[in-house]
């Protein structure tokens, strides 16, 4: 009787754990005696029988006969046997063990321990130690024993058995789990948030988040949040709004506010994009001695936009700027303000919409940190590796702007102007930045239109159409004087090729070349207020203002204001 129990729990494990199905075909001892569930139901047994049973309520012992129970014993033997090996020799069938190749359990399990086919192997095991218990071998015998067929649950258990370890176990590697979107690092709204969970979009730290959308492209995250800080805020994550106290309401208090930007390990550049900017206009080209904005970028220890220049003022709705930045670099922004002084064209509350005038001020300035190397990358990798530009968000590497770049403009039309221009108010001093625009495949150049322009320039060269060739009082090359008495160096650089004129050429109708100079200053953009470039490599323009303020005479009248132009990216060949 002991084996029999043996072969019941061997039984038992190989259908409940291998396959998970509990149904009636399961082999069970003497299951035909059992009608109902009821007769499983005992009482609780408080007080022993008197014969030390414990029975069921209402049940009797039937008197003992001592032949009565060996046949009822012996048949009980007789059909378990023949359910346990029906049972073993169709689970080995439906799991296509083949008994005419020699089995070896140990080299089975060595080479498909991570392939997925472990229960199918300990299933296999556990059917062939039932029959060679009741003495059937492994051999081409398992085909001569008689099988009753099987049911439609068995067929389905086993079914699914059979496609579950048909399939390879996946394992998750380390350097594969980088691939996956992070939560706090995914931009969302085409880069207004951050994608992360509701919880996180929440005041935690002096970071205030507010909930813009739905967001679940990245894992464990629910809602696209925007993070804002204001006054004394400190932050590294990825996308981030410094804003004035009360925005959207402006202010004119006397305070001094700043964010700190922790750089994170991965990321080259910073972009700001300032979506509301009002202060008030500098002074003799300088914001120094009024309400400003200040950069500080321990990458450019020399200056933002120039020597000694990292301030801004004035308007500045809608401008940005990019600053190259290092592993590890703080990266701060302060605002000094008083409210005492106008702001030009600012907008008001109430009825005087658009009036200059008023002294409140506000701004809004988004931080974005953009990642040159995957997180958590180690090595150096940068975009130009493959596979770590591919776990880079796509937003991070359109926002990617080429080295030396100050602005960097992807459409291929557009609008481009100074900062802080405004139609009356001063260009800055101490400028030196590179303005970019993207170059698509089969372009040749662009075409610049101003709508307006006046940077400071010699008497000779204040026209702004003269020659190229042309000198200044003391022989210098327009726009690039560095004479004592002049104005100094202040040009918008651009390869010049045409004003616009068109001549008729062998192969048909083509810019006339009468435009070829490379520095523009005085009160008009060249001749026509329009340049037609022409080059194959990248396009940029080239800002330059002087270091020290130049005499009044040096400016047209209405004063010197920098510039505002329309660009159009020309297609096709040179």
């Not at 120094?288 to 000694?308: C, K, L, M, W």
Request: net charge negative.
């Amino acid at each position: 009787m002991q084996s029999y129990v043996i072969i019941l729990g061997l039984l038992v494990a190989l259908v409940s754990s291998a396959l998970g199905v509990q149904e009636p075909w399961l082999p069970w001892l003497g299951s035909d005696s059992y009608e109902s569930d009821d007769s499983l139901m005992f009482d609780n047994c408080e007080e022993d029988d008197e014969d030390g049973t414990c029975l069921s309520p209402g049940t009797t012992i039937p008197p003992a006969d001592d032949s009565t129970n060996e046949e009822v014993a012996v048949s009980k033997i007789k059909d378990f046997e023949k359910e346990a090996v029906e049972k073993a020799v169709g689970v080995l069938k439906a799991l296509g063990f083949n008994p005419d190749e020699e089995y070896n359990p140990s080299q089975q399990r060595g080479g498909r321990l991570f392939g997925g086919g472990m229960l199918m192997q300990a299933a296999i095991d556990q059917a062939l130690a039932v029959l060679r218990i009741f003495g059937y071998n492994t051999g081409a015998q398992i085909n001569t024993i008689p099988v009753q067929p099987v049911s439609q649950v068995q067929q389905a258990a086993l079914a699914t058995l059979a496609q579950v370890t048909a399939h390879k176990a996946v394992i998750v590697l380390p350097t594969a789990a980088q691939d996956t979107n992070l939560p706090n690092y995914e931009p969302c709204r085409g880069g207004e948030g951050l994608c992360t969970s509701a919880q996180e979009c929440k005041n935690i730290g002096g970071v205030q988040g507010k909930s813009i959308g739905k967001c679940g492209n990245c894992v464990g995250c629910s809602v696209c949040c925007q993070f804002m800080t204001g006054c004394q805020g400190i932050t590294d994550k990825m996308i981030t709004y410094f804003q004035s106290p009360g925005y959207p309401r402006t202010d004119r208090s006397n305070e001094a506010c700043s964010l700190t930007l922790n750089v994170r390990d991965e990321v080259c550049q910073v972009r700001l994009d300032f979506i509301d900017f009002e202060m008030a206009a500098p002074q003799a080209g300088s914001c120094s001695g009024v309400d400003n904005f200040e950069i500080i970028n321990t990458a450019q220890p020399g200056g933002v936009f120039g020597p000694g220049q990292s301030k801004m003022c004035g308007l500045n709705k809608g401008q940005h700027v990019y600053m190259p930045v290092k592993p590890g670099n703080i990266l701060i922004m302060r605002a000094t303000t008083s409210g005492v002084r106008n702001i030009p064209l600012a907008r008001t509350d109430g009825t005087n919409r658009g009036l200059s005038g008023d002294t409140a001020f506000r701004w809004n300035a988004r931080v974005t940190q953009i990642p040159c190397e995957a997180p958590g990358a180690r090595g150096g990798r940068s975009l130009s590796d493959e596979k770590s530009a591919r776990r880079i968000p796509s937003h991070y590497r359109k926002l990617l702007a080429p080295d030396g770049c100050r602005q960097y403009f992807q459409e291929s039309r557009g609008r481009l102007q100074s900062y802080n221009f405004d139609g009356k108010s001063e260009v800055l001093l101490n400028q030196n930045y590179a303005i970019c625009v993207k170059r698509p495949a089969r372009s040749c150049g662009m075409t610049l239109k101003a709508l307006g322009f006046s940077l400071p320039a010699s008497a000779v060269c204040l026209p702004g159409n003269v020659p190229a060739e042309s000198v200044d009082d003391v022989c210098a090359l327009c726009c690039t004087s560095t004479a004592e008495d002049g104005p100094g160096v202040n040009y918008l650089g651009v390869a010049g090729y045409s004003d616009g004129a068109s001549v008729m050429t062998p192969i048909g109708q083509n810019y006339a070349v009468n435009q070829d100079r490379h520095f523009f200053c005085g009160s008009k953009l060249g001749v026509t207020n329009l340049i037609v470039t022409r080059t194959k490599g990248p396009l940029l323009l080239r800002v330059r203002t002087a270091g020290k303020y130049w005499e009044e005479w040096s400016c047209p009248a209405g004063g010197c204001l920098g510039f505002l132009m329309n660009y159009d990216v020309d297609t096709g060949t040179c």
